[in-house]
């Protein structure tokens, strides 16, 4: 048995992200597209929780993602809850056309606050805008996003619009509580604590109530 190292020679991180949102708001289509560019028209509704793998590079560094799919139904929440605390990167998907789906955001919050990282990232996703019947308003739904210090996209999923995008940006945030593994240098090294500390902080004062 080779050891981790020698398995993936080129990795310099993993990060776990996870997917979550009402059934039928499209999580599993929009990861088959980021991992697989495909597009299921028929897509079976998520049984308790999945994952896929995708190696990117990002601001330099070789990155093995690991991606959690979760159900949207509620009957599940308990299972996938417990996949939270591994997430550095939460993706809340809504369907633009489905304003349920979008009011239910806050109760997705409430579960990201309860179970996840304190310094988890979030990006708040309305897919399905391809669709021409949207009924959630964008500049509303973005206010919402930012004023929680949330990424905000509109996607989809079937004509592969801004979903690898939301993955970067995400991927771009979690990098930067992360410092970079080129200790050698002294001064180097002190910089980046005192970021990441500074970033620490900035997420201990953190709190989803402005929303
Ligand atoms: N038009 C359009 N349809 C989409 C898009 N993404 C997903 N769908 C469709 O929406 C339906 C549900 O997609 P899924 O990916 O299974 O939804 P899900 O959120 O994973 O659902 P659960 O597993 O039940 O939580 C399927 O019929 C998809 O084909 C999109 O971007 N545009």
């Known amino acids: 048995s080779s050891s981790p ?3 993936h020679p080129t990795v310099d991180l993993k990060l776990q992200m996870i997917l979550i949102g009402d059934r039928n708001v499209g999580k599993t289509c929009f990861l088959e597209r980021y991992t ?5 028209e028929e897509s079976k509704s ?6 896929r793998i995708k190696t990117v590079t990002v601001g330099g560094r070789r990155i093995r993602l690991q991606i959690w799919d979760t159900a949207g139904q509620e009957r599940f929440n308990s299972i996938t809850t417990a996949y939270y605390r591994n997430a550095r990167g939460i993706l809340l998907l809504y369907d633009v056309t489905n304003p349920e789906s979008y009011r239910n955001i806050t109760k997705w919050m409430k579960l990201i606050e309860e179970y996840g990282r304190s310094d988890v990232e979030v990006a708040i996703v309305g897919n399905k805008a391809d669709l021409e019947n949207v009924q959630v308003n964008t500049h509303k739904a973005r206010n919402f996003a930012e004023n929680c210090g949330f990424i905000f996209y509109e996607t989809s999923a079937k004509a592969s619009l801004n979903v690898d995008t939301v993955f970067v940006n995400l991927i771009y945030k979690i990098l930067k509580q992360i410092p970079q593994p080129h200790e050698r240098n002294p001064q180097i090294r002190r910089k980046t604590m005192t970021s990441q500390a500074l970033c620490e902080d900035a997420n201990a004062k953190r709190s989803y109530k402005c929303c």
Do not use: K, N, S
Not at 36 to 40: E, I, K, T
Not at 46 to 51: K, Q, S
């Open 46 to 51: 998520t049984v308790g929780i999945d994952f």
């Open 5 to 7: 190292l020698l398995q």
């Open 36 to 40: 697989d560019d495909l597009f299921r």
